[in-house]
T-cell receptor
Framework: QQPVQSPQAVILREGEDAVINCSSSKALYSVHWYRQKHGEAPIFLMILLKGGEQKGHDKISASFNEKKQQSSLYLTASQLSYSGTYFCGTPDGYGGATNKLIFGTGTLLAVQP | NAGVTQTPKFQVLKTGQSMTLQCAQDMNHNSMYWYRQDPGMGLRLIYYSASEGTTDKGEVPNGYNVSRLNKREFSLRLESAAPSQTSVYFC???????????????FGDGTRLSIL
């Protein structure tokens, strides 16, 4: 079952912050985050594993709360290069015996000058 | 560094025609995937191959077949194309067999397929 992302779209000015949420109705063991620019392939951002960890990548960070079955992606002081569609992906299965990664419907982020 | 290579990049078919989309990776990855991307639907998994010699259905397998030819190559076949299969198709690969490990998926540039 596809994870649910919110919001569907967000428009920012350069320097503003944004949060993108990813929720699942099933127990989560890990969450993947990818960004896709228009007409290009998705590019990997980060993976969060079970344990409630928070990771960072430049000014993009994420948290993972397995009890709430959700992850949030934080974009701080956004830059024009952050524009694109952000996808979260979650394993579709139980325990570690799965190799199916199911993606959400995406969040379109537009950063304006 | 080629990574994941998909061919062709663009294709136009008529309803009922057949076609095979090719995908090859040079990273010695175990797992390979085929996704389709439609506006507002995100990336939907069609088929995947956890390792050489195995294939499994994803979310939307109807109308497609796959072949894991060897460790490098994973092809997607449309036996009788339908307009509903108009989409952008992405192939991806991943090193680990299980999703617990912190190994990302690497995507190809996509094949844009139109069926008239």
């Amino acid at each position: 079952q596809q994870p649910v992302q919110s919001p569907q779209a967000v428009i920012l000015r350069e320097g503003e912050d944004a949060v993108i949420n990813c929720s699942s109705s099933k127990a989560l063991y890990s969450v993947h985050w990818y960004r896709q620019k228009h007409g290009e392939a998705p590019i990997f951002l980060m993976i969060l594993l079970k344990g409630g960890e928070q990771k960072g990548h430049d000014k993009i960070s994420a948290s993972f709360n397995e009890k709430k079955q959700q992850s949030s992606l934080y974009l701080t002081a956004s830059q024009l290069s952050y524009s694109g569609t952000y996808f979260c992906g979650t394993p579709d299965g139980y325990g570690g015996a799965t190799n199916k990664l199911i993606f959400g419907t995406g969040t379109l982020l537009a950063v304006q000058p | 560094n080629a990574g994941v290579t998909q061919t062709p990049k663009f294709q136009v078919l008529k309803t009922g025609q057949s076609m095979t989309l090719q995908c090859a990776q040079d990273m010695n990855h175990n797992s390979m995937y085929w996704y389709r991307q439609d506006p507002g639907m995100g990336l939907r998994l069609i088929y995947y191959s956890a390792s050489e010699g195995t294939t499994d259905k994803g979310e939307v397998p109807n109308g497609y077949n796959v072949s894991r030819l060897n460790k490098r190559e994973f092809s997607l076949r449309l036996e009788s194309a339908a307009p509903s299969q108009t989409s952008v198709y992405f192939c991806a690969s991943r090193s680990s067999t299980y999703l617990y490990s912190n190994q990302p998926q690497h995507f190809g540039d996509g094949t844009r397929l139109s069926i008239l």
